[in-house]
């Protein structure tokens, strides 16, 4: 059984850094690509970040871009998202997603698994 577990939210003020991590288990990590999603208060879930199974292709959404860096370690079946420069506007819960191949993809629809969501939440 898949299980994605992630930690690592919280509040902190505009201008400021968080890293959220997402510890996967359940199957063989480094055949998957991995993805950051988020869902602010009253929006649908929007595509943040993804990686591939080996780390070597990341995509970002534009207004992220420059701000956060997705990464993974393999050998401990974690991805990170390491977000700074936060701005009010990044206030959101947090979930990470496997995909369903090693690729990298902004697209819901090829993932399968998620974990339960970490709330961040940026004050002005």
């Known amino acids: 059984q898949v299980q994605l577990v992630e930690s690592g939210g919280g509040l902190v003020q505009a201008g400021g850094s968080l890293r959220l991590s997402c510890a996967a288990s359940g199957r063989t990590f480094s055949n998957y690509g991995m993805g950051w999603f988020r869902r602010a208060p009253g929006k649908e879930r929007e595509f943040v970040a993804s990686i591939s199974g080996s780390g070597g292709r990341t995509y970002y959404a534009d207004s992220v871009k420059g701000r956060f860096t997705i990464s993974r370690d393999n050998y401990s079946n974690t991805v990170y998202l390491q977000m700074d420069t936060l701005k009010p506007e990044d206030t959101a819960v947090y979930y990470c997603?496997?995909?369903?191949?090693?690729?990298?993809?902004?697209?819901?629809?090829?993932?399968?698994?998620w974990g339960q969501g970490t709330q961040v939440t940026v004050s002005s």
């Open positions: 997603a496997t995909s369903q191949g090693s690729f990298a993809t902004m697209v819901v629809r090829n993932y399968d698994y």
